[in-house]
C-alpha cells in the first residue's frame, strides 16, 4: 500500500521531508481527470489537494485505505465533509494559514481599482501617457464593508484602518461588542445596511449553501454607484450574470475578482470591461503563505496517519 498522493502543485520542504517516513507520489495535473484520479487513489492513505480537486462522494467512497484528505487552504467547498465523515476519513485544512496574504491582496484590488492600476499600467507601457484618463479615488475617508468578519477579514479590516478608512461589517457569528468588531471600532450591519453604506466592499465568507449567490440582483442594487466591489473569497457567493448586469448599467463602479464561478472560468463579458480587474485566483499564492500551509498540512496529514491528533480538522 501507498501512503500519500498528491493530486495538484504543492510543493516546499515540508513535503519533501514526508518521503523521511511516507511514501509520496506527486502528480499535479491529476485533478483534471477525476477518472484516473479515481483509479489511482485506490491503494493510497491520504490524498493532498488545493482547491481543484473534486473530492466528491463517489471519489471518497472509491479508496477503501483512505485515512486523510490534507486541503491546503482554507476553503473545503471542493471536498464532501459529509461523505468523508460517513467513511470515516479525516479532512486536515490551514485555516489561518494564508490571511495575511489574502488581506493584502484585497488591499491591492482595492488600490488598483481606486488608481485604475493596471489599466494604466498597460498604457504606459503601450507608449501612451494619458495621465488625465486615470483619474482616482483615495481609500483614506472612505468606508470598506466587510462581509465576513473571520480571520482574513479581521485581517483585512486592520489594515484597511491604517490607510483611514472607516470599517463596517457584516458578519452572523461576529458579536458586535466581541474583540474582533471593538478593535476595528467596525458597527455590525445587515447586509444590506452594509452595502448601502460602503464605497468598497470584500466578502470573505466561505461557499456553503447559504452563501450561494449571496451577491445577486438585489445585493448590487443595494450598493452605491461609485462602491467598488471586490471578491477574493469564493466565486459561488456571486452571481456573475448579476454581477455583470450591475456593472453594465452602473449600478457599481467597479470590481476586482480573484475568484470566479468556474474555474478556470470560461470566456466572459468581464473579460473586455475596463472597470474589471481580473486576478487567477492568486490571494494565498505567496511564498510565505504557502511555506505556512504546507508546513501545517504536511504535520497534519502525517499526525493522521501515525494515528496522532491533527491541528486542524474541517467539519
Ligand atoms: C484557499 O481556500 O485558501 C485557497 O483557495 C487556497 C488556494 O490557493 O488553493
Known sequence: MSDILISERITGAAVDALSDDFTVATEPDLWRSPDDLRDRLAGFRALMVRNQTQVDARLIASAPSLEVIGRAGVGTDNIDLD????????????????????????????????????????????????????????????????????????????????????????????????????????????????????DFVSCHMPLIPETKHLFNDAAFAAMRPTAYFVNAA???????????????????????????????PVASPLNDMDNVI??????????????????????????????????????
Open 83 to 198: 461523505a468523508a465523515k460517513q467513511h470515516g476519513v479525516a479532512v486536515v485544512y490551514t485555516p489561518e494559514q494564508n490571511a495575511i496574504s489574502v488581506a493584502e491582496l484585497v488591499m491591492g484590488s482595492m488600490l488598483s481599482l481606486a488608481r485604475h492600476i493596471p489599466a494604466a499600467s498597460l498604457n504606459a507601457s503601450e507608449g501612451g501617457w494619458d495621465r488625465h484618463r486615470f483619474m482616482g479615488v483615495e481609500l483614506y475617508g472612505k468606508t470598506l464593508g466587510i462581509v465576513g468578519l473571520g480571520r482574513i477579514g479581521h485581517r483585512l479590516g486592520i489594515r484597511a484602518r491604517a490607510f483611514g478608512m472607516d470599517i463596517v461589517a457584516h458578519d452572523p457569528f461576529v458579536r458586535a461588542d466581541g474583540v474582533v468588531a471593538s478593535e476595528l471600532r467596525s458597527p455590525m450591519l445587515s447586509l444590506t445596511e452594509l452595502l448601502a453604506r460602503s
Open 234 to 264: 469564493r466565486g459561488g457567493v456571486v452571481d456573475e450574470t448579476a454581477l455583470i448586469r450591475a456593472l453594465r448599467d452602473g449600478d457599481i463602479a467597479g470590481a476586482a475578482l480573484d475568484v470566479r464561478e468556474v474555474e478556470p
Open 278 to 315: 481580473l486576478t487567477p485566483h492568486i490571494a494565498a499564492l505567496t511564498d510565505e503563505a504557502q511555506e505556512r500551509v504546507v508546513a501545517s498540512l504536511c504535520g497534519d496529514v502525517a499526525a493522521v496517519l501515525r494515528g496522532e491528533m491533527p491541528a486542524h480538522i474541517a467539519r
